[in-house]
Nanobody, 118 residues
Framework: QVQFMESGGGLVQPGGSLRLSCAAS????????MGWYRQAPGKQRELVAT???????IYPDSVKSRFTISRDNAKRTVYLQMNNLKPEDTAVYYC????????????WGQGTQVTVSS
């Protein structure tokens, strides 16, 4: 079955960096767009980065110039490099396959916790 396994989260000070990884299985990874999402306590899950099957990327203004999504099709893995982290970036981060301009289409994994605090 389709599975996504996120890793790389942790506690970081404001201004710090983290690199998240998401390994996919049970899916023809290379033909799908992939997205990174996050959900903070008491808030809805939100999309923070999209990468198409061809490598083009889309970010919301809240993370543009700070977050970079990339993918390695041979490893079936998508990455999220997060720089200049802010306390408001604190959330559980998830990845999923998606339609480029549409919703996530796979099951949700357990996510990885990112906490930005001094």
């Amino acid at each position: 079955q389709v599975q996504f396994m996120e890793s790389g989260g942790g506690l970081v000070q404001p201004g710090g960096s983290l690199r998240l990884s998401c390994a996919a299985s049970g899916i023809n990874f290379s033909i799908y767009a992939m997205g990174w999402y996050r959900q903070a306590p008491g808030k809805q899950r939100e999309l923070v980065a999209t990468i198409s099957r061809y490598g083009s990327t889309i970010y919301p203004d809240s993370v543009k110039s700070r977050f970079t999504i990339s993918r390695d099709n041979a490893k079936r893995t998508v990455y999220l490099q997060m720089n200049n982290l802010k306390p408001e970036d604190t959330a559980v981060y998830y990845c999923n396959a998606k339609v480029v301009a549409g919703p996530a289409i796979g099951p949700w994994g357990q996510g990885t916790q990112v906490t930005v605090s001094s």
